[in-house]
């Protein structure tokens, strides 16, 4: 098996969990994966001295060569504050989004397996070459037989059995870091990003999220979805409306209107879902959309949609509130409706750290960027600050539910840094959050879920 792929040629294609495919993926995996931990155990057990910049290097090389799932979660658990040491989240922040894609023969076969031996003839077009190739699937341009043009998102073979290998290793992962440092208890969010990706492998549910996103943003002018073709989709195959747009890196250097402007609709476009419904999209990579000439976003990619209880938004609200007021009653209130358990007052001061910065832009009611100051990772060193605080008082381990929300605060401070952007934060928030009612959120999100097919 080549070491940049899933797949072997000469193996036909099948989605099953099967034992060989697992087997092949562990083999392939802990090879790379098992030097590293070996090194680690030396350095504890052995006093065998251990250079963790130059291990992460060799870690972040190691899962590179996989271009699968583990190099998914590589990539989120990078921007996850306090997930992973800094050397290591450095360097698995650079692993490449794109893999290798499977080859025209490959595609036959996998289409034949969706749509029938006659897939071809469903289309009018059909590019051999993908447009775009990822950790889980790759997609095609292509045009129906009315003319309309489609993205046809086409999963990789045997997918099932990639993931459940790669989760294997990442608990291992989860355990060699937890030997040398115990500031942070994985468990949850190992167990959180398992039933996202498991989620992600089944596109009849992304055709879901797809549907609930365009109820939900149906009045956000400023935010495009695709539609699904359902004739055309199956369970590993999702064929939708193809949307143009250009990378948002081609906005840098635009005008400070149009990235402002820009900056907005990012906004709007993921937070009217969370705080309106719930709903949060916890992906924002940059291939997951796209840029519009009127600077509004195509988003492209429904695979890691979370949806949350009524009572956990109310949480993220009372606590903008209770840092905003300094009424540190509310505050706790909402850590503890979250799950935190056990808080003791340095506990608390150490989790506030990290709140206050998430929520310093919202709570000055000025035009600012989202941080002071160009360089550096958006909140690297408040991050490094709170695993310091965590680690001497003894650890925490975080609610599940922080995983996407910490995922997307991350991701899009980042977006807004890049841009530059310059808003009142504050008032944005305000209006988004004004007369919010948790009984309301709870009854449009269960009208939009039944809606879209997922209740």
């Not at 083999?27 to 910049?53: D, H, K, T, W």
């Not at 504050?81 to 650079?94: C, I, K, S, V």
């Not at 440092?181 to 990003?193: A, K, N, R, T, V």
């Not at 340095?346 to 919202?362: Q, S, T």
């Amino acid at each position: 098996m080549s070491s940049s792929r899933h797949f072997d040629p000469a193996v036909t294609p099948s989605d099953d969990n099967r034992l060989t495919g697992r087997v092949r993926r562990y083999a392939q995996v802990s090879r790379r994966v098992g030097g590293l931990a070996a090194r680690l155990a030396g350095e504890r057990y052995l006093g065998i001295p251990l250079n963790r910049a130059h291990h992460a290097v060799q870690l972040r090389e190691a899962l590179g060569g996989l271009k699968g799932p583990l190099m998914k979660v590589a990539q989120l658990l990078s921007t996850i504050p306090d997930a992973l040491p800094a050397e290591y989240a450095t360097e698995l922040r650079q692993l490449q989004a794109n893999a290798p894609s499977m080859g025209w023969l490959f595609v036959k076969r996998r289409m034949a397996a969706e749509l029938g031996a006659s897939w071809l003839d469903k289309f009018e077009s059909f590019e051999r070459q993908a447009a775009r190739a990822a950790s889980l699937g790759q997609v095609h341009r292509a045009h129906s037989r009315d003319g309309q043009e489609l993205a046809c998102k086409l999963q990789y073979p045997d997918m099932s059995s990639a993931v459940e290998a790669d989760l294997k290793q990442l608990k291992l992962i989860f355990t060699i870091y937890s030997r040398y440092d115990s500031s942070i208890d994985p468990s949850e969010i190992h167990q959180e990003i398992s039933d996202r990706l498991r989620e992600e492998l089944d596109y009849q549910r992304e055709a879901c999220h797809i549907r609930l996103y365009r109820r939900i943003l149906r009045k956000e002018p400023g935010v495009r979805m695709p539609d699904v073709v359902g004739g055309l989709s199956t369970a590993r195959l999702l064929t939708m409306t193809w949307l143009d747009g250009k990378p948002l890196l081609d906005f840098e250097t635009a005008s400070a209107a149009k990235r402002n402007k820009l900056a907005h609709n990012m906004f709007r476009a993921w937070y009217v879902p969370f705080y309106y419904y719930g709903v949060i999209h916890g992906d924002p990579h940059l291939g997951n959309y796209t840029i519009r000439a009127d600077c509004g976003i195509n988003l492209l990619d429904f695979g890691c949609i979370r949806i949350f209880e009524a009572r956990f938004v109310k949480g993220v609200i009372d606590l903008y509130r209770g840092l905003l007021k300094n009424d540190e009653e509310l505050a706790v209130s909402a850590y503890e409706s979250w799950g935190f358990e056990n808080l003791s007052r340095e506990m608390i001061e150490a989790l506030n750290i990290w709140a206050k910065f998430v929520y310093a832009p919202l709570m000055e009611d000025r035009t600012r960027r989202i941080q002071d100051g160009d360089s550096g990772q958006y909140g690297a060193k408040v991050a490094a600050k709170v695993h310091s605080e965590l680690r001497r008082i003894g650890g925490v381990r975080p609610p599940r539910e922080f995983v996407l929300v910490d995922r997307a605060a991350i991701g899009l401070g980042s977006v807004f840094m890049h841009l530059k952007a310059e808003i009142n934060w504050h008032q944005m928030f305000e209006n988004l959050i004004e007369g919010f009612k948790v009984n309301e959120l709870a009854k449009r999100q269960k009208h939009a879920l039944k809606d879209a097919g997922l209740l």
